[in-house]
């Protein structure tokens, strides 16, 4: 065993007798790194499952890693072992197991597992070991009902990094000031997550306060990829006059000192988009009620655009070209396309379940790729949800490769994150409430 900052590894030969031993470093890491019981048992679980199919899946045994890493306001395992032609489908939010057929009883525990946890992730890359992630989140309370709260005028504000109790309090006001139409993320709903999250790193955050050291307004952002910034905000939670500028520019000149090519606001920058961003697209949130509300993604070039190889397929090629044209962004553009390969294994999507949408993304290419869309449409059919989305990395040509099946089925494109992910990432939508 190895235990380092935040992390403990374990090497383990893929054999049933290592299992407790598997399931106890699991277990003691979670709860080591913060987990509550109940969520640590759960991730215990998930651990479990997957191990017990690796055991009886996978024909090297020698070689498999789990490393248990802590997040701060997650837990991650990854499982590193040898290649293996493993079927995975049953990782599938739609799923579709014959709970009669022996065979497939195994596969039953991916999918305790894959429900077992709030995120998972596969990387398969050829000559490479696979790596398994599993994502649990720590519980933290909600923000009691909130009465709504005016916003006053304020004649002068400061900005600089906040501590805990700020990062919290502007959680309380931001949700009693903007409610639920505000542009805020769902996790600032949460403010002692909010306040993890910020002490992880992974994301940042600047707030504005009045002359009387009171919260006034913010701005989060995070890397969404070495060559990405993500922007949530800014915020504005009293009125003072450039107090909006002032906190964009607070951010650009922090991400100005890293590797970001641009920054993507999807939240928060409507009234400061011609200054400071230029728009990216349009994602139309269908209601229950019937009607749509419209929300515009912008973009800000940090430096001069490098451009990168992309992939598509010949029917996608005319929005791009015209999408990348109207940007400004420098692409070569790859056409990928089917000449009669065929795959024996199956495709695993993950699904991001949201109150009112739902967003698809692809782990593991298969030829049943098509088949698996279908069947995950039909299920978020019948749970009635309005808003569904596939999110796909253009610089992966198989991910590419699944854009025909998406339009047959009714999906449009909407939406370029440039170098959001290993390439760009394309957001595409499909026609609310219309799964058969």
Known sequence: MQVQRGEIAVELD????????????????A?????????????????EEVFNYLCARTD????????CKNGIYYVQIDFIFPCSNLDLRAFNLAADLDLEDDSQLEEMGLLIA????????ISDEPGRSMILTLYKEKRYPAIEAQAPRTVEERTRFSIKPPDNEDLKSFCRLAVATLGDTGGLPPFMTYPGKFVDMIRSGEYEAALAFDERQAVAGGIVWRARARKTVELYGPYLL??????????????????GRSEAVGIINRSGAADLGKQYFEELGTVVNYQTDGLAQKATAYYRQLCEEPGQ???????????????YQRLFLPRDIRVVSNMGEHSNRHSVFSAELGSKQAILRPLLS?????????????????????????????????????????????????????????????????????AQ
Request: glycine share 8%.
């Open 309 to 323: 190889r992309i992939w598509a397929p010949m029917d996608l090629l005319p929005y791009l070209q015209s999408e």
């Open 60 to 67: 090297v045994k020698e070689g498999m890693r789990t490393v």
């Open 238 to 255: 009293a009125k003072a006059e450039g107090m909006p500028e002032a906190l964009i520019e607070h951010c650009l000149e922090q991400t």
């Open 114 to 121: 894959a429900r077992s946890v709030d995120r998972l992730f």
């Open 14 to 29: 893929l054999l049933a007798h290592n299992l407790p031993v598997l399931m106890n470093v699991v277990e003691q890491s």
């Open 366 to 434: 298969g030829g049943d790729a098509a088949a698996n869309l279908t069947r995950h449409l039909q299920l978020l059919s019948r749970e009635k949800v309005l808003n569904i989305f596939f999110e796909m990395d253009l610089g992966i040509a198989w991910h590419a490769g699944m854009i025909p099946a998406l339009l047959e089925q009714g999906f449009k494109p909407c939406l370029i994150l440039p170098y959001a992910g290993q390439g760009d990432l394309l957001l595409m939508q499909f026609r609310a409430g219309d």
């Open 31 to 47: 709860l080591v790194f913060g987990m509550q019981g109940k969520d640590a048992l759960a991730l215990t679980l998930a651990a």
